[in-house]
């Protein structure tokens, strides 16, 4: 059989998996389970890291730029310019752009086909879509991008994977906070993670939170809201899946390739919970390991590095309390603010051991909150 990829799923990290396959000149198919693909409308921010992956203008998805955060705890304030703004981007707007490229490079789109069931046959795999009656489709080598709930990495011994609940909703921009700002509250009482306003330029933003469970998001964003006086204009909702170190995004190596890209695969920040440009990051690696026939391609290994860096993070940060958040944000000191300015979130593990040189307090406070967790766990 003739070499032919299939990606499955048609949002950002699928359709940059088509593209990337496209524009190296290999016969690809991407197959999406909605029949009238039309993507909600969903407010994210990304790192401008998003403009060197995608390689090309993100004009047409875009609706904001932001040079300032403002982290807020219940008792300390801490602010970070960034020397290069964050992109504030419509996900259906970007999701749109992709697809129109990865056509116009040779990608063939198909919609309303939902995968039901994946069978490695010799070289290749056989592909089962519900539509009306079943179809089957073959294919040398299988991308499963179709997020949380993957059924390419069901039938093919997948991770399986942690998830969190995300809410947000759009209000009119807050006047106390300026359309190129966005503010940060840390409160434990509402959240393990944190709440966001992120404005989509002067008119509105999107306010939002991350929990453990659909019940937990609604009942802290609604309380949030109404502690502020905020009405909401549009809510927009999901699950995404959360990064470990022992996930791997390889799939199978014998008979047909396949791998797992974006959320399929946990290729989530879990500081942020952030997945767009890591999902692009994933893909990009995958397209590396297709092109140049490689396991493990320079790519994924730096993303893998990066993940896990945010993991780890994200295990300490989730034993805080309110009181160390406080002792965070107040003791940001002006080189750790300078580093945090110059390197972006999806670039952490290259500045990680200048800002622990230069915040010795965050290392002592670290070490505090896990001297004190590790006694609790004794008693
Ligand atoms: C409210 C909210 C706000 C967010 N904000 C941000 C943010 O500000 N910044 C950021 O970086 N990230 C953010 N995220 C996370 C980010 O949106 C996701 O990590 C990212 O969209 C994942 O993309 P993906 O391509 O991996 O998967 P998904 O977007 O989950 O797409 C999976 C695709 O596969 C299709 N599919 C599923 N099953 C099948 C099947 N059986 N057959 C065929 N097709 C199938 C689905 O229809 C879908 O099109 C947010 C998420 C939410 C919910």
Known sequence: MEERWAVVGASTSGLFAALNLAQAGIPVDLYEAEVDWQP?????????????????????????????????????????????????????????LLARLAQEKGARLHFGYHLEAVEPEGEGFTLHFAQGKTKAIRCTGLIGADGVYSVVSKHLGGPSLNTFSLLQVRVPRPPDVPPDTVRVWFDRDSTRFFLWLIPEGEEMAAVGLIADSPAQAKDSLEAFLRSQGWEPVEYQAGTVS??????????????????????????????????????????????????????SPK??????????????????????????????????????????????????????????????????????VLGRSLVKGWL
């Open 242 to 295: 959360s990064h470990s170190p022992k996930i791997s995004f390889n799939l199978r190596e014998k008979g047909g390739r396949a791998f797992l890209v974006g959320d399929a695969t946990g290729q989530v920040k879990v500081t942020t919970v952030g997945g767009v440009v890591a999902g692009l990051r994933g893909a990009k690696a995958v397209a590396e390991a297709v092109i140049c026939g490689v396991k």
């Open 299 to 368: 790519a994924w290994r730096s993303l893998k590095r990066e993940l896990d860096l945010h993991w780890l993070i994200r295990r300490i940060l989730d034993m805080f309390t309110d009181r160390d958040y406080d002792d965070l944000l107040a003791r940001l000191n002006r080189q750790g603010e300078h580093i945090l300015s110059s390197c972006n979130r999806d670039k952490m593990a290259s500045a990680i051991f200048r800002l622990m040189a230069a915040q010795p307090e965050w290392l002592a406070l670290g070490a505090r």
């Open 40 to 96: 909600t409308p969903r407010t994210l921010i990304v790192t401008a890291e998003i403009e060197r992956v995608f390689g090309e203008n993100l004009n047409d998805a875009l609706l904001n730029r932001i040079s300032r955060f403002e982290l807020v705890s219940k008792g300390a304030v801490a602010t970070i310019m960034l020397r290069e703004p964050d992109l504030v981007i419509d996900r259906a707007r970007f999701m749109h």
